[in-house]
């Protein structure tokens, strides 16, 4: 059976056309970013005015209406130069394409860069486990009223509109997990930043909602389909994942291999020595391989298949095999890959953020276990 999943010349291109806007638009705002912890306002413009916030979006909106690959070249590339910025691009095609609900006028605004989207889903006790949360929605008059606090919000505050999951009360008592859209800026809806170890500067927040009303025609795939919204781009979104984590390793290891050929020990380069130039084999090969498996996923998803396996394997061993490789490169530059002087200890911070974004690595391996063994071997009921 033919198998390709191959990149084409147009793939190609806009692979080249990514990475040399990437060092141009993004990297000379990246330090500042990360050490005020400031939201990345003029990379997104940036973005914005090339068309990489609609890579997938049809073009009567705006976008470029290409396909998953495409995406999956934009944040490889931009993870590059940055991680931060690699995610928001990532969030910004995918929440408005994958989640039915956002209305046109918003897609418009995040397709140009004027304004950003984003989901409030995990709370204190309710993380990987959507059933616990505590938000709730109840019906008046035409309008949701919610009440809840939601923490771990990605590009929070700087969103101006949130998917927010809450439990919608019904007569009999029961309750349907259901997202909803909310205006940033709706009445009684306030915000705190939770500062970060990494991706700084695309900022977390606490969320908190006090009898915040809005239509009940503001749901988002419909009431009662919450999970299955998430779902729905949770495949995409952990390939993507991957690709963000691997791109900023493989940046990091071409500067590492550089930096081996030209410093010297003992009268030879220090590349020459198997206890530098094997682990440079080892991590290279780990990462080309997971950037292969993060592809396969997106060409699954591209041809409509179900790649939960796969996005589940990228995702995880994609990021643990790419803070390996950095961490074993920071070590390769000796006392100085540990200064801030040079952009490892920053790369190896971000790169550690990803591995909860969409699900940690644990939950990885447990969706893993669901695709191989059946439902009833991942029971983590206790």
Request: proline share 3%.
């Amino acid at each position: 059976m033919a198998l390709d999943y191959s990149f084409s010349q147009e793939h190609e291109s806009f692979r080249a056309f990514v990475r040399g806007f990437a060092r141009e638009a993004i990297q000379p705002y990246v330090v500042e970013c990360d050490e005020k912890e400031r939201f990345p306002v003029e990379a997104i413009r940036h973005m914005g005015k090339t068309g990489l916030l609609g890579i997938i979006a049809p073009k009567r909106l705006g976008g470029m209406e290409g396909d998953y690959i495409m995406l999956g070249i934009a944040v490889e590339e931009i993870a590059r130069v940055d991680n931060s910025c690699a995610m928001i691009c990532s969030m910004q095609n995918t929440l408005p394409n994958l989640v039915p609900g956002w209305g046109e006028e918003a897609a418009r605004g995040v397709i140009s860069g004027e304004r950003l989207v984003c989901i409030a889903t995990s709370e204190t006790e309710a993380g990987s486990d959507l059933s616990n949360m505590s938000t709730t929605a109840c019906v008046e008059d035409g309008h949701f009223v919610i009440n809840g606090e939601k923490i771990h919000v990605s590009l929070m505050p700087g969103a101006a509109l949130m998917g927010v999951t809450a439990k919608v009360q019904q007569p009999d008592g029961s309750s349907r997990i259901t997202f909803i859209r909310v205006p940033a800026d709706a009445p009684g809806v306030s915000c705190e930043l939770m500062p970060e170890m990494g991706l700084r500067s695309h900022q977390l927040g606490i969320v908190r909602l006090k009898d915040v009303r809005v239509p009940v025609e503001h749901t988002l795939g419909g009431e009662g389909q919450g999970k299955a919204v998430l779902y729905a781009r949770w495949n995409v979104s952990r390939c993507l994942s991957a690709l963000n984590a691997l791109g900023a390793a493989q940046q990091v290891l071409d500067d590492t291999i550089e930096f081996v050929k030209k410093k010297e020990v003992y009268g030879k380069a220090i590349g020459h020595y198997q206890a530098i130039s094997f682990p440079l084999v080892e991590h290279s090969t780990r990462v080309e391989a997971g950037r292969m498996l993060a592809y396969r996923g997106l060409w699954m998803n591209t041809r409509g298949e179900n790649a939960a396996r796969i996005a589940g394997m990228a995702k995880w061993s994609g990021i643990t095999d790419s803070i390996a490789a950095i961490q074993d490169c920071l070590q390769m530059f000796g006392a100085s890959g540990y200064l801030k002087a040079l952009p490892l200890e920053r790369r190896l911070r971000d790169v550690l953020g990803l591995t909860f974004t969409g699900g940690t690595i644990n939950v990885m391996k447990l969706t893993v276990v669901k695709e191989l063994l059946g439902a009833s071997f991942m029971d983590i009921s206790g």
